[in-house]
């Protein structure tokens, strides 16, 4: 994919030199041909700088770390991640109940926690496209360990009327271009209380050439601020598992 990108720009900057020096030629101004050389300077890159900016300025004002109560539970209830269903490419003798994956939630067995639910509205086979579905909760549970490694996770996902945990994570994402607004905030649904809140700015690390039309490989590297991963794990800290 390198030799592409370079193979592109190198032709870019040649179509974007002969319309500049036709532009000059036929204005014979030369503030046409400067506009022009701007133009073709700011196009590729317009998205990553209006990220940039908007990233520094999100630095400044959106960080917050703050547990106020922590709590013991057997489970966590999700909303707003872990907010998608998919199945996995089993065996049609494996149960409905093991194929289907909620998000990531898996990754909250890696914790002792006895159950995960979620809040689901949506559905995919390659986790690029979405289709949205009538909204649905789903408690998960752990099974014994898959034969091929601790990295593969089994669980059981099921279909329920409610959530049962006492506690919420409530999760949301502004996407401005390249740079995210995130959130996690932790509620005690018996009372609406809120325990803990941890807000960050994300930045992708793309290479800036036309970026914005999503032709470049998925799968950047991100720049948090507050700096570090702790936001993906923050709700463990704040509800510990009975059973650890």
């Known amino acids: 994919m390198g030799v592409v990108i370079i193979l592109a720009i190198l032709i870019y900057i040649v179509v974007s030199a002969a319309i500049t020096l036709l532009i000059f030629i036929k204005s014979k101004r030369i503030v046409y041909g400067l506009l022009t050389i701007i133009f073709f300077i700011i196009l590729p890159i317009w998205d990553v700088l209006i990220g940039k900016a908007v990233y520094s300025i999100a630095c400044r004002y959106v960080p917050k770390v703050a547990i106020y109560e922590t709590a013991e539970t057997d489970g966590i209830y999700y909303e707003g991640m872990h907010d998608y269903i ?6 049609s003798d494996t149960p409905l109940s093991e194929r289907i994956q909620v998000g990531t939630i898996s990754d909250v067995f890696r914790e002792a926690y006895g159950y995960a639910e979620a809040k689901v509205n949506k559905k995919t086979e390659n986790a690029i496209i979405y289709q949205s579905i009538p909204t649905q909760f789903y408690r998960c549970t752990p099974l ?9 996770q089994r669980m059981s996902c099921v279909v329920v009327d409610q959530p049962m945990s006492r506690y919420v994570v409530k999760a949301s994402q502004k996407k401005i271009l390249i740079t ?30 036309f970026n914005w039309l999503d032709w470049q490989p998925m799968g950047g590297s991100l720049k948090h601020c507050p700096r570090g991963s702790r936001y993906y794990y923050f709700e463990y800290e704040v509800l510990k598992p009975k059973n650890k």
């Open 144 to 152: 014994p360990p898959d034969p091929r490694g601790p990295q593969f």
């Open 180 to 209: 995210s607004i995130e959130s996690k905030r932790i509620f005690d649904r018996s009372n609406g209380k809120l325990m803990a809140e941890y807000c960050q700015a994300t930045i992708e690390v793309v290479f800036p050439f």
């Open 86 to 91: 998919y199945e996995l490419e089993r065996s």
